[in-house]
């Protein structure tokens, strides 16, 4: 149901904590009329929600709402409210996902999961993990660089379009996770961990001959990532796939061996297009074979990139006809620009577009795409303390769910030792 902003001005009264809106709630007190609200990156409010996942049409008048009310003590109001709303995030199903940080995201990227994400983000409790950890499985000897490649990671996240108050942290800053990793460890045998298919592929790509225990295991510790949190779906490529499998193997035999229903079924969501063929015309994209096209690049560097990519093979003139469906830059044009498709296709197959012609109009197309996430991305670079503090905060965040699961872990494999105070399981 939407209603007019003048009535939901009229309605509303603000709730305020920690000097933050966080909720209108309907003038006559009733917790079924209660609002979450979400702040922008700016701090000014630029979207409103009810908490039955109707979206308002407040986002205008809402800076004249905050200022014409006053912040309210803690009243009974508040606390019931307070309540109502831990229990609308509980109710929220979650999402764990997230990338090494082993440089720029790129379009690949985008079009195998992070478009899910911000499509998913209102819908669902958004844990996004940096796993930094995993960097060392096949780039131990880029470890000096893991901290600006985070950074990188988190404007990036922002740049596309992943809101700020979604729970961002770093691997190796939740130590619950490493725990978690230990004990998930005895239930996986070395021979179910050597069929792992990503990690085989990775070991052959980096040419990694004398794999460390790390590196073997690591789809162990990915387990634990998303356990920790008890997420219900994680958008991945589709490399991730044996991953997601893993972790479903050990949630059946966790439950099994100790007996507890502690974790649930973890279901992996594709995107829509799994695999984007790189620049190169030959492989996956990805940043360590140079055939990528990242949202860090300059407008010109994607010219480049797309000017140089390798498109229709079999075309050797301009005079000749060209076969857009072996060509990889019109895959680009149905990818990121569909409704141009049908010009594309009949001007290529009759010879009037050139390749050369119709690679810079596609890069023109893509960087028209990516204007708007370039310009929230340089916001961000240029703000990296807002950018670490998200980060904190989401550190913050992130450790106490994960302390949550681990009590729980603790307990059902008998090593919560409620008689030894220092850990005392709790
Ligand atoms: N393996 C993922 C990648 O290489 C990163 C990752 C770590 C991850 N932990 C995760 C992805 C948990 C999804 C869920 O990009």
Redesign the pocket.
Known sequence: MQRSSEEIKTRCACVIENKSIVALVGASGSPSAAHEMVFAESKEIQRIKRADGLRCCAEIILPSIASSFQPKPATSVMTRHRQKRRKVMQQKKRI?????P?GQLHIGHYVGTLKNRIRLQDEYECFF?I?DL?VLTDHLDDHASIESNVYKVMCDYLGVGLRPENTFFV?SQVPELAELTMYFSFLVTLARLHRNP?VKDEAKTYEVTNMSYGFLG?PI???A??LAFK?DL????Q??LP??EQ?REIVRSFNRVFGREVFTLPHPLIGEVPILVGTDGNNKMSKSLDNFVAFAHSPQEIERRILNMVSDRKRAYRKDPGHPDECFAFKYWSIFSPNDTPVVRQECESATRGCRDCKAQLASKLNEHLAEVRERRQRYVSQPDLVWDILATGIRRARTVAAETLVEVREAMKIAFPKLPIKGGK
């Open positions: 764990l996902t997230g990338d090494r082993t993990i796993a995993q691997q990503t690591y510790s990915q387990a990532d998303i997420a994680i958008p991945v490529g490399d991730q991953h997601i972790t």
